[in-house]
């Protein structure tokens, strides 16, 4: 069974600052890891996957995550916080590229200070 | 590329009827479809897998014959909702998956189902 446990269900950062949204997961089988995030009203929206090979994957909107696998974790990061990424963020595993079912974590709220 | 849509994005109706939910993949294949149910400041809750032609994998607890799931083409999944009470208004996401996404999947805009 695979299993996503996000710590902290509110994150709050000033304009500017680092985002650090963490994530662990839980998976018997080589993960496949995903980071959606998700407007008010709104559905989901890929930022970045990793499914093999490097470490460290780049999205979009400036974001970036490290699998680490020896920490079972993929943190999701962003230099820079902006007021548009206020959103909610929702880590997820799979088995497989995502055509077998996603677990979610129970998502963070990121907000945003000017 | 990847557009995932959805119609109707929010929908009324009263108890006891039922109602359709489309999803639809624009610009590829969708081999696989997922329905989703979130409800307020919470995470998605899968509630079935379709493959195109198949009959739909409905998780545990999930009553497959209220919520009818179809996939009749590659490009078209529906989600009806039987008989609904007011316990079933919620927030209904689809997703889509296929070989032109390299099968990561591609979230819909939703539908947000208020039963009076």
């Known amino acids: 069974a695979q299993s996503v446990t996000q710590l902290g269900s509110h994150v709050s950062v000033s304009e500017g600052a680092l985002v650090l949204l963490r994530c662990n997961y839980s998976?018997?089988?080589?993960?496949?890891l995903f980071w959606y995030v998700q407007y008010p009203n709104q559905g989901l929206q890929l930022l970045l996957k990793?499914?093999?090979?490097?470490?460290l994957v780049k999205g979009i909107n400036g974001f970036e995550a490290e699998f680490k696998k020896s920490e079972t974790s993929f943190h999701l990061t962003k230099p820079s916080a902006h007021m548009s990424d206020a959103a909610e963020y929702f880590c997820?595993?799979?088995?497989?590229?995502?055509?077998?079912?996603?677990?979610f974590g129970k998502g963070t709220k990121l907000t945003v200070n000017p | 590329g990847a557009v995932v849509s959805q119609h109707p994005s929010w929908v009324i109706c009263k108890s006891g009827t039922s109602v359709k939910i489309e999803c639809r993949s624009l610009?590829?294949?969708?081999?696989?479809m997922f329905w989703y149910r979130q409800f307020p400041k919470q995470s998605l809750m899968l509630m079935a897998t379709?493959?195109?032609?198949?009959?739909?994998?409905?998780e545990q607890g999930v009553e497959k014959d209220k919520f009818l799931i179809n996939h009749a083409s590659l490009t078209l999944s529906t989600l009806t909702v039987t008989s609904a009470h007011p316990e079933d208004s919620s927030f209904y996401i689809c997703?889509?998956?296929?070989?032109?996404?390299?099968?990561?999947?591609?979230f819909g805009p939703g539908t947000r189902l208020t039963v009076l």
């Open positions: 997703s889509a998956a296929g070989q032109g996404t390299m099968y990561t999947q591609y």
């Open positions: 998976s018997s089988v080589p993960p496949y």
């Open positions: 990793y499914t093999t090979g490097a470490t």
């Open positions: 997820a595993v799979s088995s497989q590229g995502g055509s077998e079912k996603l677990v």
């Open positions: 610009d590829f294949q969708a081999t696989t």
């Open positions: 379709s493959n195109e032609g198949s009959k739909a994998t409905y």
